[in-house]
T-cell receptor
């Protein structure tokens, strides 16, 4: 069966520090991969999606970037975090226009 | 840009009362999905609707897709405390993008 792993679960980082969040999917090939961000008590904002290795589409231009070095690995990065980057980051995968499966999420607090 | 809005933003109900959340898209959707996110958790898929005017039921939950495929609703009959959470609709915008609605946070008072 398919599973999605996302880590770390929580992270506290100082302003200006780098960020790397990793997401891996098991049990499927060539998934569509997504990064969403959710501010406290708010909806899900699509940040990036990828339909294949090295293919990244950005939805929100900001100081975040994403990479897909392997078929089932999706990484969210930042060179210098801002206070406004705090939030709940969720990785998800789909096969075409089917249901999205979400990871457990990373709760990021920038201090 | 393309948007998916939900109303209400918050809803507090007494246990046993009914609850409805409405989802409206600025564009026609090929399908619409509904998710539930428990407090502190991640969204979990509930259902997908594809056909115009489609109605699907899951126990006390009734999902409806509008005739124009631009709106949808989720109705919960006789809410229970286990229904607490935020309910999101989501629609594909283009081939691969999923845009989530703004969500409706449901609180059930025992």
């Amino acid at each position: 069966s398919q599973t999605i792993h996302q880590w770390p679960a929580t992270l506290v980082q100082p302003v200006g520090s780098p960020l790397s969040l990793e997401c891996t999917v098991e049990g499927t090939s060539n998934p569509n991969l997504y990064w969403y961000r959710q501010a406290a008590g708010r909806g899900l904002q699509l940040l990036f999606y990828s339909v294949g290795i090295g293919q990244i589409s950005s939805e929100v231009p900001q100081n975040l970037s994403a990479s897909r070095p392997q078929d089932r690995q999706f990484i969210l990065s930042s060179k210098k975090l801002l206070l406004s980057d705090s939030g709940f980051y969720l990785c998800a995968w789909t096969e075409g226009n089917t249901e999205a499966f979400f990871g457990q999420g990373t709760r990021l607090t920038v201090v | 840009g393309q948007q998916v809005m939900q109303i209400p933003q918050y809803q507090h109900v007494q246990e046993g009362e009914d609850f409805t959340t409405y989802c409206n898209s600025s564009t026609t959707l090929s399908n619409i999905q509904w998710y539930k996110q428990r407090p502190g958790g991640h969204p979990v898929f509930l259902i997908q609707l594809v056909k115009s005017g489609e109605v699907k039921k899951q126990k006390r939950l009734t999902f409806q897709f509008g005739e124009a495929k631009k709106n949808s609703s989720l109705h919960i009959t006789a809410t229970q405390t286990t229904d607490v959470g935020t309910y999101f609709c989501a629609g594909p915008m283009g081939t691969y993008k999923y845009i989530f609605g703004t969500g409706t946070r449901l609180k059930v008072l025992a």
